[in-house]
């Protein structure tokens, strides 16, 4: 899968986008996170969380919307 894994760290308001899953995975484990997600070349996203000791898919989501560069009202 092309694409990039992003894990959204809530306590250090980092994000963390990586290109290999098993690096994201092991970032998951440091963290002590259970769940990231897969986003493909094309936007579509997907949920991946842990189950046990596996990492399971969800079911796949549209693409993110595009947000303007800069959400100030223009003037």
């Not at 963390?16 to 996203?45: C, N, P, Q």
């Amino acid at each position: 899968m092309g694409g990039e894994y992003v894990l959204y760290d809530p306590f250090a308001e980092v994000t963390y986008r990586l290109r290999s899953y098993s690096a994201m995975v092991a970032k998951a484990h440091e963290l002590g996170s259970s769940r990231f997600i897969a986003v493909a070349d094309d936007g579509k996203r997907t949920m991946l969380e842990k189950v046990g000791d596996e990492w399971q898919r969800g079911r796949q989501l549209p693409a993110a919307p595009e947000r303007p560069l800069d959400p100030a009202p223009i003037r």
